[in-house]
Nanobody, 117 residues
Framework: QVQLVESGGGLAKPGVSLRLSCDAS????????MGWWRQYSGRAREKMAH???????SLDDSIKGRFSISSDSFKKSVSLQMDNLRLEDTAVYYC???????????WGQGTQVTVSS
């Protein structure tokens, strides 16, 4: 089992930055991808960004140029740097990890980000 705990969400004004962090614990050996999705109210979750075990990263086109993903200690943590926040970034942000042995996806509990003037 893997436990994921997000932090760093909250209320922000348009144009400012927030950094979300996700800390993993438990049986981490099988993790090969870590990343972030977000969910707008009443809508399905949307994939945003991920980092692979080799350090390569991928960002959805909608956030390129404003958001970045990093992992100083892959399998243990992953961060999402969000710059120049917009009102439409208001959502619940979920950390996830794909693992094998056994194959499954783990989710954090989510952290609310609200961008409001």
């Amino acid at each position: 089992q893997v436990q994921l705990v997000e932090s760093g969400g909250g209320l922000a004004k348009p144009g400012v930055s927030l950094r979300l962090s996700c800390d993993a614990s438990g049986s981490l050996d099988g993790i090969y991808v870590m990343g972030w999705w977000r969910q707008y109210s009443g809508r399905a979750r949307e994939k945003m960004a991920h980092v692979n075990s080799d350090g390569s990263t991928s960002l959805d086109d909608s956030i390129k140029g404003r958001f970045s993903i990093s992992s100083d200690s892959f399998k243990k943590s992953v961060s999402l740097q969000m710059d120049n926040l917009r009102l439409e970034d208001t959502a619940v942000y979920y950390c996830y990890a794909n693992a094998n042995r056994p194959t499954r996806t783990y989710w954090g509990q989510g952290t609310q980000v609200t961008v409001s003037s």
